[in-house]
């Protein structure tokens, strides 16, 4: 049952995904509000999904598809409260993608993949993933703003008004989104990296932090680019292109982070 | 539909004329009175504003001499006016104050005001009496449609003035002005009016700086702002959001190092250039960096011209609508024709009937409840047969030109003293009634 409740969701993601490819070209408020009372929809079904994986005790806090559906609605979570506080629909325009493409990936019928080592405390392993999904969902909110801030940037640049000016939020409302997502995710993030660190000692067979670990370098990596990103937009005001290039090298160090699971010894999955 | 309306616009007479024309909010009450008064007018009203001076009858016969009002009442010779006045009846008429109300006649097409500016007319005709039944199911109706149009089409969403391009770009980089500083470099005319403008969507503090000191002081003063010596400008222009630029300067005066000093010290918080000044005070290579918007004179016009030119396409999507309601009105108004009509058809066979109940109920003796019935219901249904085709007919030639034709027809056979019909429609609401603009 979960994995048909994640399957309606999915089904409503498809719009928000659909609209977030029409929106790049053209607007339409009809559509927009259509994507976003689909995507509401979705979050329901998605809640519903996770409470009954939840309830069933069929939940397995380590599997991949778990982590992949939770995430998508951390993300989505935080695309509501945006929308709540600024009425915009069009961080959905990076958001959407994401979110449909990791509810694709979990609602697959296939046999999830487990993490491979023994976890003793299983309270610490709760922590880290929500922490650090959490830490994600803002990273990924914060890299849709950046690459919004830049769209609507050159828009304006450029002096010829097209109607995605219009669509975009101003200048200034991206640049918020953006750097809130910042502040509030790296705290998580950060947590999130420390709790992994509680799980990884305390676990028999890893028992320490090996940081010549594929996992753990990307992982450090992400988080000094964070960091860093949190840093210059605190000390230097960054914004627009070169905060755009440090969300990207984030995202895209988060990424390997994630497909870093399949290499890493201490942090492997594995078919169960 | 006998709607007949006469008047002239900015397209069809010079200002000279117009101003001729023109009648001062104080008399139209009383202008709207003697338009009334005058031959062959049931119901009148005056639209007079900057642009147009347009008189909207309801007439008894279709053919007021509404030319001969306006000689009379403004005292002018018919070759003054004449060649300048355009005459509308019936459906035309209703179609021109449609476009009116809708602002597709406007000088700025979709501008807002006119709408106002109807309504009050209105509001005052209908205060003292000028507007009744007729006119006012007219002009409620052309109410909706400038209502239909304003809400599905985007003929009055941008803005076509500079000045007004310039706060829709700076909320489109700040979102809310509220608390921006704005920073006038050079006090011309032209920053003036676009201050004015950011100060009116609620900018905060103004700074202003001249090479003339004193004119920087009279034009802070006029915003309660602050003036500032013209060579303190570098040290305290980062202080400002939005900087409107017009000094006459030979040469640019902002360059590309001033905008990244300004950015280092707003800690690269975004900074809106507004130059109008010709050559430009602000040079090209600023508005390459990041954070920096430089919008000169030639890009204002260009985004008013583009903004115009949607506004063109809009309205032909708003004419669309205007000829449906116009033809929708029309309908309604044919088929309100022939009510009193058919009412009073209605009346006549019922009077016939109970008359020849009444005459043959001596005759047939005591009749029981059932017999009574029996009676009723054959009476009645005699009558429903006769009445059936002539009210078909009267229905259908409703939606034909040859309305009018029938329901003479209709009446001289059955010798009908048809009654005006009775004219109360809801009014407009109150809170549709405009202020003037």
């Not at chain 1, 069009?90 to 993490?115: H, I």
């Not at chain 2, 005591?366 to 007919?393: C, D, F, S, W, Y």
Request: glycine share 6%.
């Amino acid at each position: 049952m979960p994995l048909l409740w994640l399957r309606f969701a999915l089904g409503c993601y498809f719009i928000g995904l659909v609209y977030a490819f029409v929106a790049l070209s053209r607007t339409s408020d009809l559509f927009s509000r259509i994507a976003f009372h689909a995507a509401s929809m979705g979050m329901v079904f998605h809640f519903v999904s996770l409470t009954e994986t939840f309830l069933s005790g069929q939940i397995v806090w380590a599997s991949v598809h778990n982590g992949e559906s939770l995430l998508a609605f951390l993300s989505m979570t935080f695309f509501m409260v945006i929308y709540v506080l600024y009425k915009t629909t069009s961080p959905g325009v990076v958001v959407f993608p994401v979110v449909f493409f990791l509810t694709f990936v979990a609602a697959l019928d296939e046999q999830p993949v487990l993490l491979t080592a023994f976890v003793s405390h299983k309270g610490w392993l709760i922590a880290h993933i929500i922490l650090i999904f959490t830490g994600y969902a803002a990273l990924i909110l914060s890299f849709g703003a950046s690459l919004l801030y830049l769209i609507q940037e050159r828009r304006l640049k450029a002096k010829k008004p097209t109607s995605l000016i219009g669509f975009l939020p101003a200048l200034e409302v991206i640049d918020q989104i953006g750097y809130r997502s910042l502040l509030l995710g790296f705290p998580f993030m950060t947590l999130g990296l420390l709790t992994g660190s509680v799980v990884a000692i305390t676990t028999p067979t890893i028992g320490r932090v090996d940081f010549l670990d594929p996992k753990i370098l990307l992982s450090v990596l992400m988080w000094a680019v964070y960091m860093v990103m949190v840093f210059t937009r605190w000390n230097s005001g960054w914004r627009g292109r070169r905060a755009a290039i440090l969300a990207s090298f984030a995202f895209v160090a988060a990424l390997a982070a994630w497909a870093a699971n399949y290499f890493s010894a201490m942090h492997r999955f594995g078919t169960s | 539909m006998r709607y007949q309306l006469i008047g002239l616009n900015h397209k069809s007479a010079p200002l000279e004329v117009r101003e001729r024309l023109a009648i001062p909010e104080s008399r139209l009450p009383d202008t709207c009175r003697d338009l009334t008064a005058f031959p062959g007018i049931e119901e009148g009203m005056v639209i007079s504003t900057c642009n147009r001076v347009e008189i909207v009858t309801h007439t008894t016969n279709g053919h007021a001499d509404l030319r001969a009002f306006l000689h009379d009442h403004f005292h002018l010779d018919a070759s003054a006016l004449d060649p300048h006045l355009y005459e509308f009846r019936e459906k035309d008429a209703v179609r021109h104050l449609f476009r009116v109300a809708a602002s597709l006649d406007s000088m700025v097409v979709g501008e807002a005001q006119i709408l106002g500016q109807v309504k009050e007319a209105y509001a005052t005709a209908r205060a003292v009496g000028a507007v009744r039944g007729q006119l006012d199911q007219l002009f409620s109706r052309a109410f909706a449609v400038a209502k239909r149009v304003r809400s599905e089409t985007a003929v009055g969403s941008s803005s076509v003035s500079i000045a007004s391009v310039a706060v829709e770009l700076a909320k489109k980089i700040f979102g809310t002005l509220q608390g921006k500083n704005v920073f006038i470099v050079g006090a011309g005319k032209m920053s003036e009016l676009a201050a004015r403008h950011l100060m009116a969507h609620g900018c905060g503090s103004i700074f202003v700086a001249n090479r003339t000191y004193e004119r920087a002081i009279g034009l802070a003063q006029k915003f309660d702002g602050q003036a500032i010596k013209f060579e303190d400008l570098y040290n305290t222009c980062d202080r400002a959001d939005i900087v409107i630029t017009s000094t006459g300067a030979p040469h640019a005066i902002f360059r590309k190092e001033h905008g990244e000093q300004f950015l280092s010290r707003r800690k690269n918080r975004p900074m809106f250039f507004i130059d109008i000044a010709v050559p430009r005070d602000v040079s090209p290579d600023m508005g390459k960096l990041d954070g920096i918007f430089t919008y000169d004179i030639d890009d204002l016009q260009q985004a008013v011209a583009g903004h115009i030119a949607d506004r063109r396409k809009e309205a032909e999507r708003a004419e669309a609508i205007i000829a449906s309601e116009v033809e929708k009105f029309e309908a309604r108004q044919s088929t309100l024709d022939v009510v009193p009509t058919i009412v009073s058809l209605q009346d006549h066979l019922e009077t016939i009937r109970q008359a020849e109940i009444d005459r043959v109920r001596g005759r047939m003796g005591q009749l029981t409840p059932e017999q009574e019935m029996a009676v009723e219901a054959l009476t009645r249904g005699i009558i429903n047969k006769v009445m059936h085709t002539p009210i078909t007919t009267l229905k259908s030639a409703a939606k034909e030109s040859e309305a009018t034709t029938v329901v003479d027809v209709v009446k001289r056979l059955f010798n009908l003293q048809v009654k005006d019909r009775d004219v109360h429609p809801q009014p407009a609401k109150k809170d549709e009634v405009g202020t003037r603009q």
